[in-house]
């Protein structure tokens, strides 16, 4: 049998910058994330044994009371926020003098936030490619001005009147690159104004793409990931257009007995929330 590790599997910079910054506050009195830092259980077990514990913004103010006088130290993760939670925030810290924000936002998707704050305004659509209820989703919405619509398809695009507007396109970072493309083909038949930006990150692009052909090669695909991740979602679905027998799982007791009985060619990809020691534990069944 012949198992092939993609080579764009697992942790991505981004998550691996924030992953690191979060063990540096391991011994840090009063750490939060806000929001699981990654969606993986296995890791977020790990963090809570370290004493970091993931919260949500509705208990921010109620833990810093509880705390002081101590200082509590907040990690963003990496999908960002919305600009209002940003402000407020940023109020807290100023007002308490005791919020440490730890600001762990990818570039890439702080590039999305600037992309919307300065190109969109009364005379634009702001069409947003992405998970409508995706945290980073809500983040770059936040950041447009004027008339902004969360779509998913082509269909959608066709229920918006874009009459006498100026349609800007621009996509979650970690949706569907194939799908991305139709909608932008679309668009540009119908509005020559049209301005788009290809903002799916290149990991994500290279991921994608080099999963595709593995799982086009493979006669079964293991995609190893936690299943409230969207980028390990998005890369479940495009290998299984490929390549019937793939299977999503979380960690090497996930797959399925019988997952590789009769196939000679089986293809491994994981999402980028997805630490190494994980896919080390899959790998190991073939050794
Ligand atoms: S997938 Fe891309 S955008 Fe998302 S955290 Fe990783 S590097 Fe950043």
Request: some cysteine; aromatic content about 6%; hydrophobic content about 35%.
């Amino acid at each position: 049998m012949e198992i092939t590790l993609a080579k764009n599997a697992g942790f991505c910079p981004g998550v691996k910058r924030a992953v690191d910054k979060a063990l540096t506050y391991a011994t840090t009195k009063n750490t939060y994330t806000l929001g699981e830092l990654i969606h993986n259980p296995p890791f977020l077990k790990k963090l809570e044994e370290l004493g970091i514990r993931s919260i949500g913004f509705d208990e921010i103010e109620s833990v810093l009371n509880a705390i002081a006088p101590e200082t509590m130290h907040l990690i963003l993760r990496t999908h960002g926020i919305p600009l209002e939670q940003e402000r407020e925030l940023r109020t807290l810290a100023e007002k308490s003098g005791r919020l440490q924000i730890i600001d762990m936002t990818c570039p890439f998707v702080k590039s999305i936030h600037r992309i919307a704050e300065s190109n969109t305004s009364d005379q634009t659509v702001f069409l947003h490619f992405c998970h409508k209820d995706h945290p980073e989703a809500l983040g770059n919405m936040s950041y447009a001005k004027g008339e902004k619509y969360a779509i998913s398809s082509i269909e959608d695009i066709k229920l918006i009147n874009l009459d006498g507007k100026i349609p800007i396109l621009c996509s979650q970072t970690t949706e569907n690159l194939v799908e991305f493309k139709k909608i932008k083909n679309f668009l540009k038949n119908l509005y020559t104004n049209a301005i788009f930006f290809d903002t799916i990150c290149s990991v994500t692009e290279n991921r994608q793409t080099e999963a595709i052909a593995l799982a086009k090669a493979s006669d079964g695909m293991i995609v190893i990931g936690g299943k409230n991740s969207s980028n390990t979602k998005k890369l479940y679905q495009l290998c299984k257009e490929q390549c019937d027998e793939t299977v999503l799982v979380e960690s090497a007791s996930d797959i399925p007995k019988d997952f590789p009985v009769g196939k000679n060619k089986i293809g491994i990809t994981a999402g980028a929330s997805t630490p190494g020691d994980i896919i080390t534990e899959v790998l190991k069944l073939w050794k």
